[in-house]
Nanobody
Framework: QVQLVESGGGLAQAGGSLGLSCAAPGIIFRASTITWYRQAPGNQRELVAS???????NYADSVKGRFALWRDNAKNTVYLQMNLLKPEDAAVYYC??????????WGQGTLVTISS
């Protein structure tokens, strides 16, 4: 079973910033699309941002211009910097590593709380 190690999150004020990170075993990391999802109470899980193994990055429209995702292949880690946070960004954030046909692994989730 692949373990994804998430860190970061916590409490921030609206307009503030938080950072998340997701680490995976090296072989898995380099071959995976790594995606951050989030799920707020009563809502479906939604994609926030993703990075393919080739480094192509995609953002949800709701976070474009505010969030930044990047991969550090030397550390087998993906970072998500969240700026200009809004109350609607509050959710449990989950990291996912995906390789078509062979892997669909999830982190344990990390809570992001926004105070207004």
């Amino acid at each position: 079973q692949v373990q994804l190690v998430e860190s970061g999150g916590g409490l921030a004020q609206a307009g503030g910033s938080l950072g998340l990170s997701c680490a995976a075993p090296g072989i898995i990391f380099r071959a995976s699309t790594i995606t951050w999802y989030r799920q707020a109470p009563g809502n479906q899980r939604e994609l926030v941002a993703s990075s393919t193994s080739a480094g192509r990055i995609n953002y949800a429209d709701s976070v474009k211009g505010r969030f930044a995702l990047w991969r550090d292949n030397a550390k087998n880690t993906v970072y998500l910097q969240m700026n200009l946070l809004k109350p609607e960004d509050a959710a449990v954030y989950y990291c996912n590593a995906y390789i078509p046909g062979s892997l669909n692994a999830w982190g344990q989730g990390t809570l992001v709380t926004i105070s207004s």
